[in-house]
T-cell receptor
Framework: DVKVTQSSRYLVKRTGEKVFLECVQDMDHENMFWYRQDPGLGLRLIYFSYDVKMKEKGDIPEGYSVSREKKERFSLILESASTNQTSMYLC??????????????FGAGSRLTVL | GQNIDQPTEMTATEGAIVQINCTYQTSGFNGLFWYQQHAGEAPTFLSYNVLDGLEEKGRFSSFLSRSKGYSYLLLKELQMKDSASYLCAVRDTNYKLSFGAGTTVTVRA
């Protein structure tokens, strides 16, 4: 019954490494999101996408990029990982028109540690 | 942008009622959501308000006052399984959804 799948639950990387976080949804949702969650700061939006090959910056896009080549897959890329990117990363998706009770379905999260 | 405030922690007794307040400031309001997140798990949707008033869903109710930039989530007949973090989220007119830092509710026997 898993609907939003994040490829890695835990990752440990070194400073300067390129990191890929993959997210796949099987609900045919148009919209996909990447958030990071830190204690005391809550969920902060990094990037989102309303359609294939389309992306929009969220509140904290610096140091990140994204790729959406297929409708079901939304990848978050850390070009050169830094220790301040140690965090829990949550992917989410939602259907169609972003209005009304357009509910996000979240993945289980990827906990990234950068040493 | 949006500024969303909610208390960090609340503690209540099993069977009691708890009210979690959320205040927000936004350049354009287009809906308010409450999500529940158990430790180590993904957030799950609880409620949605876009018009003023109270929305009731079983033991949980959510209230919105747009003029005051204020919402609350009311949890009634608390159960141990309600121990979780409760996230207030506001959607703006550009359809961006921003979250508060969350309120951790601990239910004691």
């Amino acid at each position: 019954d898993v609907k939003v799948t994040q490829s890695s639950r835990y990752l440990v990387k070194r400073t300067g490494e390129k990191v890929f976080l993959e997210c796949v949804q099987d609900m045919d949702h148009e919209n996909m999101f990447w958030y990071r969650q830190d204690p005391g700061l809550g969920l902060r939006l990094i990037y989102f996408s309303y359609d294939v090959k389309m992306k929009e910056k969220g509140d904290i896009p610096e140091g990140y990029s994204v790729s959406r080549e297929k409708k079901e897959r939304f990848s978050l890329i850390l070009e050169s990982a830094s220790t301040n990117q140690t965090s829990m990363y949550l992917c989410a998706s939602s259907p169609g028109q972003i209005s009304g009770a357009n509910v996000l379905t979240f993945g289980a999260g990827s906990r990234l540690t950068v040493l | 942008g949006q500024n969303i405030d909610q208390p960090t922690e609340m503690t209540a007794t099993e069977g009691a009622i708890v009210q979690i307040n959320c205040t927000y400031q936004t350049s354009g309001f287009n809906g308010l959501f409450w999500y529940q997140q158990h430790a180590g798990e993904a957030p799950t949707f609880l409620s949605y308000n876009v018009l003023d008033g109270l929305e009731e869903k079983g033991r949980f109710s959510s209230f919105l006052s747009r003029s005051k930039g204020y919402s609350y989530l009311l949890l009634k007949e608390l159960q141990m399984k309600d121990s979780a973090s409760y996230l207030c989220a506001v959607r703006d007119t550009n359809y961006k959804l921003s979250f508060g830092a969350g309120t951790t509710v601990t239910v004691r026997a």
